[in-house]
């Protein structure tokens, strides 16, 4: 990984690994060591690549900035302000992906409860759930335990293993969990009364971030179409359209846009869950979450009835005609493989989750099955408080789709009319020279430049134009971005040709 390599070399390089020793941020240690499954970072590593990217990007912006021939009372700092940002982005960069993952955690945090739950009322020690929760393949998480199983096969006790975890995770709701099961084990308590089970944190996030959603989602959208229209007016004025150096702008914003959209997208995006096999073609988000939806009520019904004192199998055999078609399929999978193949419920279930769109569907029908082998009864009544908690979380996080659908026509109208303004501003660079307007020399007969001279200024705009249209689309869940890159760039070109016939510019 590239941040990573960064890290290392600047943990090498004298002057700035002495400065990134001298650091005692709280957040920065535990958010490496949150992210030892993923990476291998120290704080000193980080301290010091922030130093240097910083040095680096005043560097390299100052020596741009006086390429392009703009003074050095004006480059300092601007260089210095890019510097500073270089500089808080390396810095920040771990925190923010611990951050990042808080979310996800915490929607994980209650099943993990939950696997815990079941592992010790089938009379199981703290090693077995560990190991339960390494396989269930969590996003994160399965790969940490996997870790702490490591420890405990190298003489780590496990209670010590699952605190210091515990210890160093963003998520507060994950945090209270282990600390009530490792309290109950050290008390002998029962681990069914402590907590509720209920992710609080994981509810009050997915409102706030929805809450936030509008607001940001035009900030990002808003920044990749004007910032180029303030950089055509600055060149226009300077004189240096017909300068070629600009063309080195366009990876700039290509990669501002990308970054501000990708950051977007992790945080906001209609993403519901993942592919339950990722190695083929996957389904679309909205079949992932319909077949969810439907595996809720299936839920439901199948606590129910478990609830009153009936088998899995049984239960499974009579709610599968009142099931809608894609949580009907999978129950049918499992019926099959009881009644008519006569494999064990197990076995039958795990067919049909292997047969499940998703992940978290996939991963539940597993669990439904061991929850069942310890009592059915029991699981009726925990399947029923788990199904109404996901119910409640699944309608809060389907409100992301709806905004984003709202806001889909927003971003569009913005980006298309960011594109003609373009255009326009384009044909007007040879006659917003300063320096000619100054010297009394303009004249708006007959143009100052030609096409062929102002092609430097257009190509950057152009391909700028393509991918800030391509890279809103995907923003927002559109589909077709390529297509709406496409119509962005006739859009710029057609007001260009326009304007420029208007104004009088040639075009040959």
């Not at 999978?330 to 989750?353: D, F, N, P, W």
């Not at 905004?403 to 003609?420: C, E, F, G, P």
Request: hydrophobic share 45%; aromatic share 8%.
């Amino acid at each position: 990984m590239i941040y990573e390599r960064l890290c290392r070399l600047g943990e090498r390089v004298p002057p700035f690994n002495r400065l990134g020793g001298r650091n005692q941020d709280t957040e920065l240690r535990r958010a490496a060591r949150f992210l030892s499954p993923m990476m291998s970072l120290t704080v000193t590593g980080v301290v010091s690549a922030a130093y240097l990217t910083g040095l680096l990007s005043f560097v390299f912006v100052f020596i741009a900035l006086v390429l392009f021939q703009i003074s050095a009372l004006i480059a300092l700092p601007l260089a210095a302000m890019f510097s500073v940002v270089a500089y808080y982005f390396v810095i920040n960069y771990p925190v923010s992906v611990m951050n990042g993952y808080r979310l996800s955690l915490s929607e994980e945090a209650d099943i993990v409860y939950e696997q815990f739950i079941l592992v010790f009322q089938s009379g199981g020690t703290i090693f077995d759930a560990i190991e339960m929760v390494a396989q269930s393949d969590h996003p994160l998480l399965s790969k940490a335990f996997q870790d702490i199983i490591e420890k405990v096969n190298q003489g780590v006790p496990p209670e010590e293993s699952l605190s210091e975890f515990a210890r160093n995770q963003p998520s507060d709701d994950l945090r209270r969990y282990f600390t009530a099961i490792l309290s109950a084990m050290e008390k002998r308590t029962d681990l069914l009364e402590s907590l509720s089970g209920e992710s609080f944190e994981a509810d009050m996030t997915l409102r706030q971030k929805n809450l936030e959603l509008e607001s940001r989602l035009l900030v990002v959208a808003a920044l990749a179409t004007y910032i180029p229209i303030v950089f055509t007016l600055g060149i226009s004025l300077g004189g240096h359209a017909t300068n070629p150096v600009i063309l080195l702008i366009v990876p700039l914003f290509i990669g501002l846009t990308a970054g501000m959209s990708r950051r977007f997208t992790g945080q906001f995006s209609t993403y519901f869950d993942r592919p339950r096999d990722p190695s083929v073609i996957g389904p679309t988000q909205r079949e992932i979450r319909e077949e969810y939806d439907e595996f809720l009520n299936f839920l439901m019904l199948l606590g129910e009835h478990l609830t009153r004192g009936d088998t899995l199998e049984v239960s499974l055999a009579e709610v599968q005609d009142e099931l809608e078609p894609q949580s009907k399929r999978l129950v049918e999978i499992a019926v099959r493989g009881i009644y008519q193949e006569q494999t064990s419920s197990s076995e039958a279930m795990g067919k049909a989750a292997d047969a499940a769109l998703g992940r978290r569907v996939s991963s539940m029908l597993r669990m439904v099955s061991l929850m069942c082998e310890t009592s059915a009864t029991q699981a009726g009544e925990r399947l029923s408080k788990i199904t109404s908690r996901l119910v409640k979380r699944s309608a809060v996080a389907k409100e992301r789709d709806s905004i984003i659908a709202a806001q889909r026509m927003k971003v569009y109208l913005l980006t298309l009319t960011s594109a003609a303004v373009l255009g326009m501003l384009a044909s007007l660079a040879p006659f917003l020279f300063i320096g000619s307007l100054l010297s009394g020399d303009f004249s708006l007969a007959g143009g100052l430049l030609t096409l062929s001279e102002i092609t430097p200024l257009l190509l950057s705009l152009a391909i700028t134009t393509f991918s800030t249209g391509y890279l809103n689309t995907r923003m927002v869940g559109g589909s077709r971005p390529t297509l709406i890159a496409l119509i962005c760039l006739l859009l710029f070109w057609i007001a260009f040709t326009l304007s420029s016939g208007l104004m009088g510019l040639s075009l040959v």
